[in-house]
């Protein structure tokens, strides 16, 4: 199958060549028959196209192109100027930045020096009221002590002369009373002192 | 039986005879196409190149593509001074691409097969080239002949040789692309004619072999107008800028 496939092919090839020489003598190209028509025609599409190309349709392709080359350049300049302003706006928004920091910072130890000043006053007014108070307590302390040892001294005089009474049924001068009570809580304070 | 393939580069009339005193100009298929491409070209660029949008869209993006393309190939090949010539270098690459592009249409004429229309664009390369080096060196343009740092002994066979490389280059650069287009268009025939013949038992392979053979022959429709603007830079940089 695939022999006979492969002799036609060869054969039919033999078949058109000779066919082909049978037809004509050669090539169409070499007849000279239209070759003058041919060049004609030739100078006048060609002519025609380079006339038309050079002085109509290039140019406006090549100025196409040209706007286009300078618009990306003028865009180009232009995206350079905005991002240098960006830039500028940038740092000018650093530097509000800082200075607002700097200026919190400021105010941050304005308000604590104040507050410790507040403190600082406050606790020497509380300090010297509490002296005072103090004071005052330790006056009344001292009163308190003057006064309950006479008190004290009273009493015992009055209820041991009370006493004497009821045990001997007489009067003893309060004057001896008084100074034996003395006498005792002097003694009694020695003790004191001496345990 | 398949057609003979060089049927498809037959030039015949369309429409009545016109004759210019004793020369026949009649309107051909090769000149229909000559008018297709070149209407085609201009109609594809003046619409990209009327909407003036910052970001283009397709149409303006092709013709703003293919003019930067061929700016950076004359730049890059012949330097600043050549661009003056960009109109015309950037108008041959446009015909020869779309000749050969439309060429590629089933049942439609390949204007760059013919060996007269591709000889007059060289020839007439040809002849502007050395203009322009005769006016821009003066006699001093016969340097391009004497290369520097060669041997006296064989510089009369060096410029022998270079003579006859520079009167070659019309020959070379016409029959390079009329060769091209000529020979992948008969191959492509040629298969087409195998499909034909051997039916749709063996035909899967010629046809397969068409489809591939399409997408080369697409590659170098673009490549041979490619090198055919590139070449053509680079005799314009030996005259503009002599340094040989």
Known sequence: MLKKIIIKFLFSFVLITKVQSAENGGMPQLNPEFWISQIVWLVITFGALYIILSKIILPKISDNLESRRSQILENIEIAEKQREESEDKIKEFDKIILNSKLEAKNLFNEARQKILDDIDKKRSELETNLEEEIEIAEKEIQNLNKSSAENIKKIATETSSGLIKQLIGEEINKENISSIVNDLTNNSKENRKNV | ?244
Not at chain 2, 74 to 79: L, M
Not at chain 2, 107 to 128: M, N, P
């Open chain 2, 1 to 244: 039986m398949a057609a003979n393939p060089m049927n498809q580069f037959n030039v015949y009339r369309i429409g009545p005879e016109i004759k210019l005193g004793n020369v026949d100009i009649s309107f051909t298929n090769a000149s229909l196409f000559m008018v297709i491409s070149t209407i085609a070209i201009l109609i594809v660029l003046n619409l990209g190149a009327k909407k003036k949008s910052l970001i283009p869209d397709k149409l303006q993006l092709l013709a703003e593509l293919s003019y930067s393309f061929v700016s950076k190939m004359i730049s890059d090949t012949a330097g600043t001074k050549a661009k003056p010539y960009f109109s015309f270098i950037f108008s041959l690459f446009m015909f020869v691409l779309f000749c050969n592009m439309f060429g590629m249409i089933p049942y439609s004429f390949t204007v760059t097969s013919h060996i007269i229309v591709t000889f007059v664009l060289a020839a007439f390369i040809f002849i502007g080239v050395t203009i322009i080096g005769f006016i821009k060196h003066g006699l001093g343009y016969l340097k391009l002949f004497v290369p520097s740092g060669v041997p006296m002994v064989l510089l009369p066979l060096i410029v022998i040789i270079e003579i006859i490389s520079y009167l070659s280059r019309p020959i070379s650069l016409s029959v390079r692309l009329f060769a091209n287009m000529m020979a992948g268009h008969t191959m492509m025939k040629v298969f087409g004619g195998f499909v034909v013949s051997l039916g749709i038992v063996g035909g899967w392979l010629p046809l397969s072999f068409s489809v591939a053979l399409t997408g080369l022959e697409i590659l170098v429709a673009f490549l041979q107008a490619y090198v055919f603007a590139i070449l053509t830079c680079i005799y314009l940089n030996d005259a503009l800028n002599l340094h040989h």
